[in-house]
């Protein structure tokens, strides 16, 4: 019987996977790679929707999750950052929300058992990636009009609630609530993942990750670090953590505030430094472990990965680096 993760955190640090997008990059795909077999007659460009290719193409995704495990990784997330009928909608597939979630989930629990059984006494586990939308329910698209929201929160939780019945019927482990920019839709994923297991009798450890957009230090709608901490600690969490926006060096100081302030699990899994002026990402493996040695070195962290622009290779690097530590202690009864 695979251990639980809550009590591997306090044995060591876990690793999860980097970029799903970079990866697939690297096929050069085109239209009809995201219509086959699925899609074929619609009438909408579907090229660049990643999420479908879990249908389309899931050799892909599988090759991509196997070579995240191969180099070390201890947590797949799933190929679902954009499964949510809110983001989908922008290809007029809403229809399809579950079966993206489902068969995502499906590809990689497959793939972590297949690791585990060749490795018990390093089991992986599946983490549902959950993203933020792209619509914000705490800032206006017009400039004209304040008050105006594109979106609910009703909405938002009716949207959450969807993919996260699909993503724990595929098989999902953990449920990952990433890139937060806006807090208010976090909140509402947390509240349709509570209710949701509430439904099933069920409890999923839960990660959050938050977003810090520049070196201001806040979130897109203006939170500090440790607002955005406090705005999520209602919820008995597995990790709250940082990803993606910042590279290494610069999300240190972020780490350092959740760190001190976090009754939970810390988690960061940023970019591989900044985008270049063609949007590439330029640090090298070994670049982005001598940065997160500084994590490791202060013990900031419990799970560590990678984000933007990251590939197996930088994986490896942080994998090989973060088995040399122990992991950061996480307070009780706090």
């Given at each position: 019987m695979k251990k639980d993760i809550r009590d591997i955190l306090q044995?060591?640090?876990?690793?999860?996977?980097?970029?799903?997008?970079?990866?697939?990059?690297?096929?050069?795909?085109?239209?009809?790679?995201?219509?086959?077999?699925w899609f074929e007659d619609?009438?909408?460009?579907?090229k660049g929707n990643n999420d479908l290719l879990s249908l389309t193409r899931p050799e892909i995704i599988r090759e991509i999750h196997a070579a995240y495990f191969e180099a070390g990784a201890d947590i797949a997330e799933t190929n679902t950052f954009s499964g949510t009928t809110i983001a989908q909608a922008d290809y007029g597939l809403e229809s399809a929300v579950y079966d993206i979630n489902y068969h995502s989930a499906k590809i990689a629990r497959e793939v972590a058992d297949e690791f585990t059984a060749k490795e018990p006494n390093k089991p992986r586990f599946v983490a549902g990636s959950i993203g933020p939308t792209n619509r914000t329910a705490s800032i206006s698209p017009d400039v004209n009009d304040p008050g105006f929201r594109a979106i609910t929160f009703e909405e938002l939780v009716v949207a959450y609630t969807q993919q996260t019945e699909a993503l724990l019927d595929g098989g999902v482990d953990i449920l990952l609530v990433e890139t937060v920019f806006d807090t208010?839709?976090?909140?509402?994923?947390?509240?349709?993942?509570?209710?949701?297991?509430?439904?099933?009798?069920?409890?999923?450890?839960?990660?959050?990750s938050g977003t810090i957009t520049d070196q201001s230090g806040r979130t897109l709608t203006g939170q500090t670090t440790n607002a955005f901490l406090i705005s999520v600690s209602h919820m008995d969490l597995l990790t709250v953590g940082l990803n993606c926006a910042l590279g290494a060096s610069m999300m240190r100081p972020y780490l350092q505030v959740l760190n001190k302030n976090a009754p939970f699990g810390v988690s960061a899994h940023p970019n591989a430094g900044l985008p270049n002026e063609f949007g590439e990402y330029d640090e090298t493996p070994e670049m982005m472990a001598s940065q997160i040695k500084e994590f490791l070195d202060e013990n900031l962290v419990n799970i560590i990965g990678g984000c933007c622009g990251t590939n197996p290779k930088h994986i490896k690097a942080i994998a090989e680096l973060a088995a040399q530590y122990k992991p950061r202690k996480i307070a009780v009864n706090v």
């Open positions: 044995d060591r640090i876990l690793v999860l996977d980097g970029a799903m997008g970079t990866m697939i990059q690297r096929y050069k795909l085109e239209e009809e790679d995201f219509r086959k077999g619609h009438i909408q460009p579907l208010l839709n976090a909140k509402a994923a947390l509240f349709a993942i509570d209710e949701v297991c509430i439904k099933r009798g069920i409890k999923v450890p839960i990660m959050v």
